[in-house]
């Protein structure tokens, strides 16, 4: 790998923020907090006499956290339920109170509609709108580009990766971490033998549960190799 390559790597891992746990210990599937960010910016583009700003996410409480069923993406979160903390600006038209409670439930609704386990919701006001001024704020960041399509290679990462493009929902392939499907050796806890582990990168349709999408990834993906390895999924966007 390039410098150039390595340093724009590295990049790409970094705008994705965390990446946190979609349903729970047994499921094996993450979302870029990227992803989630800019979805929740989307859904509260209709709300009207505010505007949502930085959101982040991260483990309520890390000592109710559970292991994974299966190996995680370097530096994912592991599973357990998640406090988000959301900026936003409102107007005076309506009490304090009665705006950020609904904010509060439109957030909670759209996190949980992804398949995210939030425990608690943390807005601070970060500033008072004038009239109508209500526009969403803009942030940087885009969502990661397809995969290079075509083979890569390695048969299995492209069977892997077939498989997981016959699922409905999987918009396509992404490869922010390294290739969008890539195969590995891994030595289990108890096993005499290594098993190897698929980690799967992709991006759900907006018009699909992403976890429900990541559990039949997971599920064709360990039909498609012959041996059925472990199988981890990161949705870096939801389109």
Known sequence: ??????????????????????????????????????MLRRTAEGMRDVRLGR?????????????SAVPAPPSAL?????????ECAVTASEPLPTTAERLRTVLVAAAEGLGLV?????????????GDEAEPETLPGRPPEPAPAGLSGDA?????????????????????????????????????????????????????????????????????LPDHPTVAVLVTAVR
């Open 55 to 67: 959101v982040r996410i991260e483990l309520a409480d890390p000592q109710d956290a559970q292991e």
């Open 1 to 38: 790998m390039t410098a150039e390559r390595w340093t724009r790597t590295v990049r790409e891992q970094l705008r994705l923020g965390r990446l946190l746990p979609l349903g729970g210990a047994r499921d094996g599937a993450w979302i870029s907090e990227e992803a989630v960010g800019m």
């Open 156 to 224: 299995d990462s492209d069977l892997a990766a077939a498989a997981a493009l016959t699922v409905a929902g999987v918009a396509h392939l992404t490869g922010t971490l390294g290739r969008s499907a890539h195969v590995e050796q891994r030595q289990q806890q108890g096993a005499a033998l290594p098993r190897r582990h698929v980690r799967l990168e992709l991006a759900v349709s907006a018009d699909h549960r992403a976890l429900d999408v990541a559990r039949e990834v997971r599920l064709r993906v360990g039909q498609a």
């Open 78 to 86: 592991p599973p357990g339920p998640l406090l988000m903390t959301a």
């Open 118 to 130: 939030v425990a608690e919701v943390d807005l601070r006001v970060t500033d008072l709108l004038d």
